[in-house]
């Protein structure tokens, strides 16, 4: 069965189809669900609050667009909801330097560096996400989280560089181990 009539199925609340909906995407917006969550337990809580809003609103869904944008945009705003009315830090100084992670894929985990975004105070982990991991523009972030671009610029050099610190402290590890 293709997507579209999937979709379809969904839309008239057919439960297999629901099923087989998530089938479909559940591992792919767990990952994101994982980018703007605190932890493993709460990624899942957002996944599953996630396709329950999808369920409830795939009525909405036109058909122009992708339906994974479409959907995926449901679960980040979902994720999103719990730092609604949450205080982000205001900046004093902007005039931080955008720092550029040089990151050696090959030899740190793809799950060491989920671990450690995932460690990131809430609102740089917020930004870095939406910023770096799902490609929004300063503009769209600020407005996503109600702030400021400059907050959001100033969040990310500070999450870049929490994360730089973080990695090349691996890296150290990692060189002392095998030398050893």
């Not at 990952?31 to 932890?39: E, Q």
């Not at 609604?84 to 040089?102: F, L, Q, T």
């Not at 100033?154 to 999450?159: H, M």
Request: charged fraction near 30%.
């Amino acid at each position: 069965m293709g997507l579209d009539q999937i979709i379809n199925d969904c839309k008239k609340s057919c439960s297999k189809a629901q099923e087989q909906l998530y089938q479909l995407f559940a591992k792919k917006f767990f990952g994101v669900c994982l980018k703007y969550s605190n932890n493993y337990a709460d990624a899942q809580d957002n996944l599953q609050d996630g396709f329950i809003i999808i369920f409830k609103k795939i009525e909405q869904f036109s058909g122009k667009g992708s339906f994974e944008g479409w959907a995926k945009r449901i679960i980040i705003n979902n994720a999103l909801q719990k730092y609604k009315g949450v205080r982000y830090m205001e900046v004093i100084n902007e005039n931080i330097p955008d720092e550029e992670i040089d990151v050696d894929d090959e030899n740190i985990p793809i799950e060491y560096l989920m671990q450690i975004i995932q460690e990131l105070p809430d609102q740089y982990r917020l930004v870095f996400s939406l910023y770096v991991l799902d490609g929004y523009s300063h503009k769209e972030v600020a407005e996503m989280l109600k702030i400021t671009t400059g907050t959001t610029k100033s969040n990310l050099a500070r999450a870049r560089l929490i994360l730089k610190e973080k990695i090349e402290a691996y890296t150290r590890i990692e060189i002392k181990s095998l030398a050893k």
